[in-house]
């Protein structure tokens, strides 16, 4: 289907402007005559056969869905670096930009958490209207699932990664739990590394330096997970419970190599 949708010169099946979907033999022939040649029939060689491609459906519509395909793959390129600009632009403007960072990543991650219930439901319904009529129910789940995979895994990512951000802007803002919560934690971390430092483990410059970059290397190792998500499509539950889990241990880590400078507020 994408090949045809992107005319593709060298696929069997081609899709004519005006709306014609022709099979082209040639290659079935020219295999066949390979074949044949090489079981002895060598007179095949000096034999040129032209077959005359099959018209497997005539339709205007046809046409008219290359066109729209076309479309969709420009849009589909440009629009989400376009949407991405615009929130961000969003963010940099706003008079509270931590808490507007919030807003926004949180209602990103609901709408594509909305979005990744619909496909869903779409995959109920496409199951419901192919079967059993054209196919069983077991063909159409797999269809769908070829055709959806990467609006699936996209999806998910993108509802991870909305979580992501407005966890930690949350976490970092000024509200009073946050700032409670903040305070609990560090004061614990606090005595923990004190108690380390008394008994040998004291991380010295190391720490210190861990303690200057910890920010980036939490983000580092976020956008690293990320990353990993979409190599490893599709994404599970499992998946993106691992990337949780790393984080928040990567997080304890950091917390406890960690060294503020003396007199720093941590």
């Known amino acids: 289907m994408t090949a045809v949708l992107d005319a593709d010169p ?69 629009l989400p670096w376009v949407s991405l600009g615009l929130l961000v632009v969003g963010v940099l403007v706003a008079n509270r930009r931590r808490r507007a960072l919030s807003i926004t990543a949180a209602i990103f991650a609901v709408l594509f958490v909305a979005l990744a219930i619909t496909i869903h439901w779409a995959g109920l319904a496409f ?69 380390l430092d008394q008994n040998g483990g004291d991380t010295g410059a190391f720490g210190r330096v861990v303690d200057r970059f910890r920010s980036a290397i939490v983000g580092g190792a976020t956008a690293f997970g990320l990353v990993l998500l979409v190599l490893l499509r599709p994404v599970t ?19 406890l190599v960690r060294r503020p400078s003396a007199g720093e507020v941590e």
């Open 237 to 255: 539950m499992n998946s993106i419970a691992w990337l949780f889990v790393s984080l928040a241990c990567l997080s304890v880590a950091l917390e």
């Open 127 to 195: 199951a419901d209207a192919i079967s059993p009529t054209y196919a069983p129910a077991a063909v159409a789940d797999v269809v769908f699932a070829q055709l959806t995979v990467l609006v699936s895994t996209t999806v998910r990512v993108l509802a991870v990664l909305g979580a992501l951000v407005a966890v930690s802007a949350w976490f970092h803002g000024p509200s009073r739990f946050a700032t409670a919560f903040r305070t609990v934690v560090s004061s614990d971390f606090a005595r923990v590394r004190a108690a």
């Open 10 to 78: 060298d696929h069997a099946v081609q899709l004519s402007d005006g709306g014609d979907l022709t099979l082209r033999l040639e290659p079935f022939v020219e295999s066949l005559k390979s074949i044949l040649i090489d079981r002895g029939l060598t007179f095949l060689d000096r034999v040129d056969v032209h077959v005359q491609p099959v018209v497997l459906v005539q339709s205007g519509d046809l046409g008219t869905a290359r066109l729209v395909y076309r479309d969709a793959v420009v849009a589909g390129y440009w």
